[in-house]
């Protein structure tokens, strides 16, 4: 049994930062890849990004030069800093992590509101 869980989300103004934190538990070892997706209310669940364990990266375009990820893989945890947050960043993000499965935690709501 793998468990995933977030946290770190909340309300920030716009320009404000945040950081989410994501830590896999259970019955794994390697975790080839792990990241983050996002979903607005009356979207489609996107990519925010990823990262392998070997440390390569993928962002999406909208986030690129804002938002890093990090992971540390001794914990299973991955992380999310989040900067100059605007108003269309507001959603629920997820953490996945990817091994010959693909598991999702709870999600955690973030939104970007003055």
């Known amino acids: 049994q793998v468990q995933v869980v977030e946290s770190g989300g909340g309300l920030v103004q716009p320009g404000g930062s945040l950081r989410l934190s994501c830590a896999a538990s259970g019955s794994i070892f390697v975790i080839p890849i792990m990241g983050w997706y996002r979903q607005a209310p009356g979207k489609q669940r996107e990519l925010v990004a990823i990262?392998?364990?070997?440390?390569?990266?993928d962002y999406a375009v909208s986030v690129k030069g804002r938002f890093t990820i990090s992971r540390d893989n001794a914990k299973k945890t991955v992380y999310l800093q989040m900067n100059s947050l605007k108003p269309e960043d507001t959603a629920v993000y997820y953490c996945?992590?990817?091994?010959?499965?693909?598991?999702w935690g709870q999600g955690t709501q973030v939104t970007v509101s003055s």
């Open positions: 990262m392998t364990n070997g440390g390569t990266t």
């Open positions: 996945n992590v990817r091994t010959i499965q693909q598991y």
